[in-house]
């Protein structure tokens, strides 16, 4: 292995300590001014703080697996993949929410507080409907799997020894940092399952050979149809 500035680890300790520094104050800042929105505007700031280091690296956003698709049948490739990680997701999301109600942990009656506060105004109202659907495919499905899978298993991993269990450490990591980003309104559930959630995807990205697209396309989906389920008021 080079010894590259980019894979010294001082400097890249510093690199994800400012990385999750900007991720966290945004955040907590942005929670008193636009609550709803807090989670998308910190995210948009913490992925220009990355692209700040990629021009510093003199890196390509394929390093984080955004692939140019150069030829027509890149796309119809993709697509079971990005199927897979649509059941995997939804599988692990549905058994968990069942399985922790089965033990009393939660009950799956209701909407959750802070989804409902969150999201309580989608229900018919097209607009609010669209604006939310055009935050999951960029924000969501873009912005979080660009960072969450894409960034910091690229990163962590660069800092861990060559063995085995490195790829496990790698996945591990983001997928808890992933739940307890969405604990804020989901709670110790929303924690569980999408630290679950992330573990999958994660899994799946380095399954797929670091290719971030059947991600993109599968947490798109996924949340296009919780959307869809909120605007239409269907009980799934």
């Given at each position: ?56 690296h003199r ?57 409902e506060a ?119």
């Amino acid at each position: 292995m080079t010894d590259t500035p980019l894979r010294r680890a001082p400097g890249l300790i510093i690199e994800l300590a400012i990385v999750m520094a900007v991720l966290v104050v945004t955040k907590l800042v942005f929670d008193q001014i636009a609550w709803r929105f807090a989670g998308p505007i910190s995210l948009a700031f913490t992925l220009a703080t990355i692209a700040g280091f990629t021009i510093r690296h003199r890196e390509s956003w394929s390093s984080f697996g955004l692939r140019r698709l150069t030829r027509w049948w890149s796309i119809p490739l993709i697509l079971p993949q990005a199927l897979l990680g649509v059941a995997a997701i939804l599988a692990i999301g549905a058994g968990t929410a069942l399985a922790g109600d089965a033990l009393g942990f939660w009950s799956t009656e209701g909407t959750q507080d802070g989804v409902e506060a969150r999201w309580g105004n989608i229900e018919g109202n097209l607009p609010v409907y669209l604006m939310w659907m055009a935050i999951g495919w960029t924000s969501a499905a873009f912005g979080e799997e660009i960072f969450f899978r894409g960034y910091l298993i690229d990163r962590i991993g660069k800092l861990l020894p060559d063995a085995r269990w490195a790829s496990l450490v790698a996945i591990l990591v983001p997928a808890l940092i992933f739940g307890i980003a969405h604990a804020y309104y989901q709670g110790i559930r929303g924690l569980i399952v999408t630290g679950l959630i992330g573990l999958a995807l994660g899994t799946l990205y380095l399954v797929n050979k670091r290719n971030l697209w059947p991600n993109i396309i599968a947490h798109g989906v996924v949340d296009s149809l919780a959307f869809t389920a909120m605007y239409l008021n269907l009980d799934i």
